[in-house]
């Protein structure tokens, strides 16, 4: 079982910044041995892909509406992974939901078992 917890998320105006972390749970044993996964949910639309990054971090792949501005990154030893969100618009405006899987990465979210309660980031324009 694994267990995240997600924070960072917040108000800020339109080109602005914020670093979105997730941690595992304690319990969580071989952190290494999960893909981890960020997507998310504005209001009325489905739950969308944003970035997933491979169990050692060495290599990530972003939605093309994020990419350039958001950097995935996570501290194995931290069980830990960030989402650094840079020069941010109005439409990233969403609940940010951090997910892992056991295995190699994947970007649908019906591949991912767990999932955290979300963070909600508001871009204003």
């Known amino acids: 079982q694994v267990q995240l917890v997600e924070s960072g998320g917040g108000l800020v105006q339109a080109g602005g910044s914020l670093r979105l972390s997730c941690v595992a749970s304690?319990?969580?044993?071989?952190?290494?041995?999960?893909?981890m996964g960020w997507f998310r949910q504005a209001p009325g639309k489905e739950r969308e892909f944003v970035s997933t990054?491979?169990?050692?971090?060495?290599?990530?792949i972003y939605a093309d509406s994020v990419k350039g501005r958001f950097t995935f990154s996570r501290d194995n030893a931290k069980n830990t992974v960030y989402l650094q969100m840079n020069s941010l618009k109005p439409e990233d405006t969403a609940v940010y939901y951090c997910?892992?899987?056991?295995?190699?990465?994947?970007?649908?979210?019906?591949?991912?078992?767990?999932w955290g309660q979300g963070t909600q980031v508001t871009v204003a324009s």
């Open positions: 997910a892992a899987r056991w295995g190699p990465w994947a970007t649908r979210p019906a591949e991912y078992a767990y």
């Open positions: 990054i491979s169990r050692s971090g060495s290599n990530t």
């Open positions: 304690r319990r969580t044993s071989a952190f290494i041995t999960y893909a």
